[in-house]
């Protein structure tokens, strides 16, 4: 059983697009159950662009901090990550590890832009998240904070994933979830919708968080 710190170290979980709290859950109470103080958030991202998601939602919940702020994220929360520390440089981030994140964007969300049910379904941060130039993720940079990514190569739409090149979670490849910058960077055979459910990977986001590197891959030089 792990040693129950005395002053636990807060992570903040953000879930991804159509999401909330609730799905971020079993990964909250494996952060609790290994020593740390997890902060669920929930955010509308359906009904606003990640610029307003982060600014009105996200940081008002976690600043006037003292301590670097450690994030868990899956899929869009990633993206509000580097929102964040672009358009506030000065606040302090701890660890980060991103769950599935478009950090290239989405081939799926490129593709079906055109289609308006599609861009309605999705909202305004959904339509930011192509692959095309001027994409919201391909403008924000490398990681400026430590970073460790787990990428998922399963999927549960053969559909979808016809779309995209390449071994993939059927939303995005496993290359567009890479950023220049990150610390470690690790595959597994889980598909995006469930990344946050796995075992496995929430052993390897604890391990990051201690570490800094994850226990199944070898650190990028």
Request: glycine content about 8%.
């Amino acid at each position: 059983m792990t040693e129950k710190r005395r002053n636990p170290t807060k992570v903040v979980l953000l879930h991804g697009l159509g999401r909330a709290s609730l799905s971020m859950a079993y990964l909250a109470n494996q952060l609790a159950k290994a020593g740390y103080d997890p902060v669920n958030l929930s955010y509308p991202s359906f009904k606003y662009p990640v610029e307003k998601l982060a600014t009105d939602f996200v940081l008002p919940a976690i600043l006037n901090r003292d301590e670097p702020t450690h994030f868990v994220t899956h899929s869009l929360g990633g993206i509000i990550v580097r929102q964040i520390a672009d358009s506030n440089p000065d606040f302090r981030i701890g660890r980060v590890v991103m769950l599935a994140p478009p950090n290239a964007g989405s081939e799926v969300a490129e593709t079906l832009s055109k289609w308006a049910w599609f861009r309605a379904f999705n909202g305004p941060a959904g339509e930011q998240l192509g692959t095309s130039a001027k994409s919201l993720p391909k403008s924000l940079g490398p990681a400026p904070f430590q970073l460790g990514i787990i990428a998922g190569n399963r999927t549960v739409n053969p559909l979808l994933s016809r779309l995209i090149e390449g071994e993939n979670d059927g939303r995005f490849s496993v290359e567009n979830a890479k950023l220049e910058g990150m610390a470690d960077f690790l595959v597994l055979p889980v598909s995006h919708p469930f990344i946050m459910l796995n075992k496995t990977v929430s052993e390897e986001t604890i391990h990051f968080l201690e570490h800094g590197a994850f226990q199944g891959s070898e650190k990028i030089p």
